[in-house]
């Protein structure tokens, strides 16, 4: 017999311990992490903030997020506790010589508190009294009983040291009994907070009692041994059972003779056509990974959306760690294999496109989060085995020219990517001929014949007679510059490089037009994204880290043409390093190279947002408005990396393979080729876009137009899929001639970097000023109008403790008169009242400056109606000299629409469906006679309804949306639209009763 394994029995406890706090901790951080801090808080008697620490059975049970990892760790908690029970009968059944005592099982054989099983973890909150006490003596006796058994036998240090957590736990149970009395008969607010403070500690005691039994376990050891074999010097040196032991593995059978390396050399290589083809398969599945992995970060920001909080999927930002794999000897043969790297693409498109098929927003966060993982392993894989080759310049150019093509991709599909596993065919997606495409490719690479496959380079395995060909291995502080760099520029690639009009929203400045607009300089965006993977000369890289410095420093500080220039010398920049810097990090070794390198990328990404959404984010105050600091961090890491390793000795020449050159030289031709060929095509498709004919208005014979507000929530519907098809099609219907839309700024990761403008712009003819762009860190605010937009100016309300609020003052020409509109969007002001007051007092500022001329208000207040100041109601109507559409309408929160010096003729709410969280609201309204200034005596004939009947068939909102509506819409608080009629003096009580034009 010989002993395979052996561990002392200590481990088991200190294992169980470990296990049984870390799932109750966890389950009390991702309740906080998750945004579910205060409902955790709420019970029968009281909320938050009078109770402010959850109880457990509430943080546990109450809701999935916190739930989920606590099951899953208490369940693994069962195997340390099964052992422990068998440990420690067996040590009392045998104890050791010195004492002698009774078989005792103590509390370890005791399902307390839910450490050992199931139950707790499927307690939620309840109200019955008798549960709670039945809860209590649970806790009380069950400890106690244990205690005094081991108090009857001798005592021993383990007994001593025992009767700390026991009267520790027996010290919790008065004021715990007190409190729970406070809560659940006197029913004081705020009592069940401390009763959940002891409740907690009940559970630590507990644990600790049962982490005691390491004094009793510690002469033990556990062992394995193998009865069939015969007996072997390597044995366990017995030391007090404090000694680890396993045998050394067997050596590994010598590779046969005559197996094939599938990285060797074949005698004839493969023909040009075969190698276009390779090569096209390649850029298909760069295609496939760019898209994967730009769809994560809007994928599980779904949830966040929706609570307006951290909401637990920003844990699926792990699933960028997989490089981590290679740090470990089985995953990095696995993931460097061929049947490795075929099964990671093979994963990587089933799951993160694939999964486009399920209707549930957490299916195809889990598909995306796979597809990531395996994406990622991909790369990894195929870059570990290059080792800084040269041939890593010509996977780097197939990543680039992949990224470039998603470019034009979502320009195409109005910047939405159509293979992402958010879109359908309903949303504009090309689902399924993505997924065939992917499939060929797939089936290519399994056919790919080996010498087009990357090989290893000649010098990391030099031969005895050959070391001149070993590469000069780089120093630690090397590696870690690089590992920071590279997930800088990543970061930096999927802010800039994933849609072609980011840069055009950091630069937009309003009307008049003053820099480019998206059509059809979105095509020289994607070209110089195109040409940028070329640049690959060494001596080039001086000149254009010098040029991508520049272009971010101008990007950042300079609107319009200048700024533009500048993120077009930033996007050349990064698609020309990019390809440099990945031969450099597969250099170094590679599980901590590319896993900490996605790391720091992961950080960036949460401090992006945290610019913008620091109110929703603990401690975000530190990064608010910080892009400049992040933007030059990414900047001097990304260039400290490459001053860093420009003179490392690598691989090149004679040191590869004589394929991977030829390979080199394919992909270089191909992808010149390629680069030209999608420049002419960006090009000309751009040029083909742009406006030939003006937008008509809905009514464009009568001095008529509508005027809508809609909160849209960043164009994700309840079901997770972009929206813009969707909200298009409820504006067409509802004929709203200007539109403010809100929440409507996506050029940020998380949202997939889209412009929520294009679908309904291009598709219904509107002018479009997108408003203040990420730069700015507001959720945005844009205006679509049928009729020219003459001026417009971008605000940034005052902010001092919440989020920034943005504010769109333009003037249109409609129907020949110039009629000023301001969209803004509100911070919570219910949060922050002085936010609130200022930002609605700078709004009435701007609306009084311009107090004779016509005006309509489309914005998002947070307010009741009739609320006196501070609050914004009053502040708006009476500073800003503007009339409510509708004073009667009490049910608003958030969506107002105001006007002065025109007479509105009709207001009605349409049911957003679940398009977003709140309704679109449209006004219509008729400018005045010429000499015939607006003017109400009162309010009663400012708000004298009328029936549809009486007015004229122009006045007319849609009827459709009557009654149940259609495809969720509906006319919401009364009926249907109300409608108003002007008074007799305005000359207008006809208008629109076969009048054309002048009345």
Request: glycine share 8%.
């Amino acid at each position: 017999m010989s002993t395979l394994l052996a561990f002392p029995a200590g481990w088991i406890p200190q294992v169980h311990t470990a296990i049984a706090y870390t799932a109750f901790l966890t389950a009390l951080f991702v309740g906080w992490l998750s945004g579910l801090w205060k409902e955790l808080c709420i019970n029968s008697v009281a909320r938050w903030p009078a109770e402010w620490f959850p109880s457990v059975s509430a943080t546990i049970g109450d809701h999935a997020p916190p739930r989920a990892p606590f099951q899953i760790l208490i369940a693994l908690c069962a195997t340390p506790r099964f052992l422990l029970l068998l440990v420690q009968w067996l040590v009392h059944r045998y104890p050791p010589s010195r004492y002698s005592k009774p078989p005792n099982l103590s509390s370890s054989a005791i399902n307390s508190n839910g450490t050992a099983m199931p139950e707790s973890g499927l307690r939620t909150r309840s109200k019955a009294t008798t549960r709670k006490v039945e809860n209590v003596i649970h806790e009380i006796v069950e400890p106690l009983e244990g205690a005094l058994e081991q108090e009857l036998g001798n005592k021993t240090l383990a007994d001593i040291e025992l009767r700390i957590p026991f009267f520790g736990f027996l010290a919790m149970i008065p004021p715990l009994i007190w409190f729970y009395y406070q809560h659940s008969v006197a029913r004081i607010s705020g009592a069940y907070t401390y009763y959940s403070i002891f409740e907690w500690s009940l559970v630590l005691w507990d644990v600790a009692f049962d982490a005691t039994a390491v004094l009793e376990l510690r002469h033990l050891q556990i062992a394995v041994i193998d009865t069939s074999s015969p007996s072997s010097s390597d044995k366990p040196i017995a030391n007090g059972g404090h000694t680890f032991f396993i045998a050394r593995a067997a050596t590994a059978p010598a590779r046969e003779p005559n197996e094939v390396d599938w990285t060797s050399e074949t005698p004839v290589p493969s023909s040009e056509w075969r190698q276009a083809l390779a090569f096209a398969s390649d850029v298909y599945w760069a295609i496939c990974f760019w898209t994967i992995f730009t769809s994560l970060g809007l994928q599980l920001f779904y949830w966040s959306i929706w609570k307006l909080a951290l909401a637990g999927s920003e844990l699926a930002l792990i699933s960028n760690l997989s490089g981590f794999l290679l740090s470990y000897k089985t995953p990095y043969r696995f993931c460097t294999s061929k049947n490795g790297l075929l099964y990671n693409r093979i994963c990587a498109v089933l799951f993160g496109m694939g999964f486009y098929i399920f209707p549930w927003p957490a299916a195809r966060l889990v598909g995306v989060s796979i597809g990531t993982w395996t994406g990622w392993a991909a790369l990894f894989g195929t870059w570990a085995r290059l080792k800084g080759s040269a041939e890593m310049i010509a996977e780097g150019q197939i990543l680039g020219l992949g990224l470039s093509i998603t470019l034009l991709l979502k320009y195409v599909n109005h910047s939405t990517n159509p293979l992402w596993a958010i879109s359908h065919p309903a949303s504009g997606g090309w689902n399924k001929t993505g997924l065939l495409l992917a499939a060929l490719s797939l089936v290519e690479y399994y056919n790919r014949p080996i010498d087009l496959h990357p090989a290893s380079p000649l010098s990391i395995y030099p031969k005895k007679k050959d070391q001149s060909l070993a590469v000069t291995r780089p120093s630690k502080w090397q590696q870690r510059l690089v590992t920071v760099g590279l997930g800088a520029l990543i970061h930096l690639t999927q802010t800039f490089v994933t849609d072609a009009g980011t840069i055009l929203s950091w630069t937009w400045s309003g009307y008049p037009i003053k820099g480019p607009t998206l059509h059809p300089f979105a095509g020289v965006v994607i070209t110089i994204a195109s040409l940028g993977v070329l640049h690959q000369r060494k001596e080039l890289q001086y000149p254009l880290t010098i040029l991508g410095t520049i272009g971010a420093i101008t990007l950042y500080r300079y609107p319009d043409w200048v700024g533009f220039a500048g993120g077009l010398l930033l996007i050349s920049y990064l698609q020309a390093i990019f390809p440099f810097y990945i031969r450099i990090a597969s250099t170094f070794e590679s599980g901590p190279t590319f896993g900490y390198a996605l790391v720091m990328n992961i950080v960036l990404d949460v401090l992006s947002v945290v610019t913008a959404a620091y109110a929703f984010v603990p401690m975000g105050w530190i990064f608010r408005e910080r892009t400049d600091l992040v933007l030059a961090f990414c900047m001097i890491a990304t260039i400290a990396g490459w001053l860093a390793t420009r003179h490392l000795d690598l691989p090149q020449g004679p040191q590869i393979p004589f394929r991977s050159r030829r390979r080199i030289k394919a992909t270089k031709k191909y992808t010149i080729i390629s680069s030209i060929g999608l420049s002419i095509i960006s090009l000309g498709y751009s040029y083909s876009k742009m406006p030939t004919t003006a937008p008509v208005p809905y009514y464009p014979n009568h001095k008529i137009f509508s005027g809508g507000i809609w909160t849209v929530h960043f164009g994700l519907d309840k079901e997770g899929r972009d929206s813009q098809w969707r909200m298009m099609q409820l504006i067409k219907d509802m004929q709203v001639d200007v539109l403010g839309l809100l929440e409507s700024d996506l050029h940020r990761f998380v949202y997939g970097n889209r412009d929520l403008t294009r679908v309904i712009a291009e598709e219904l003819g509107y002018y479009v000023d997108l408003g203040p762009g990420p730069n700015k860190h507001t959720w945005g605010a844009a205006l679509l109008s049928k009729y020219p937009i003459l001026n417009s100016t971008h605000h940034l309300l005052p902010s001092p403790h919440g989020e920034l609020a943005p504010a769109i003052h333009a003037t249109l020409d409609i129907h020949g008169q110039e009629v000023n509109v301001m969209v803004s969007h509100n911070g919570q002001a219910e949060e922050d009242a002085l936010d609130r007051e200022l930002q609605t007092t700078e709004i009435a500022r701007l609306l009084s400056e311009t107090k004779d001329t016509p005006t309509v208000f489309l914005g998002y207040l947070v307010t009741r109606p009739g609320d006196l100041r501070p609050w914004p109601y009053q502040i708006l109507i009476e500073d800003g000299k503007m009339w409510d559409i509708e004073i009667e309408d009490r049910w608003r929160w958030c969506e107002y629409i105001a006007f002065r010096g025109l007479w509105r003729i009709a207001f009605g709410r349409i049911h957003e469906s679940d398009i977003s969280d709140t309704e679109l609201q449209v006004g219509k309204f008729m400018l005045p006679k010429p000499g015939h200034p607006v003017h109400y005596d009162n309010n009663k004939e400012m708000y004298w309804h009328i029936g549809e009947s009486d007015v004229p068939e122009p006045w007319h909102m849609p009827a459709m949306f009557r009654g149940n509506g259609t495809r969720g819409h509906r006319y919401v608080v009364w009926e249907g639209p109300l409608y108003y009629l002007p008074p007799e003096r305005s000359g207008l009580q006809n208008y629109g009763k076969g009048w054309a034009i002048d009345p």
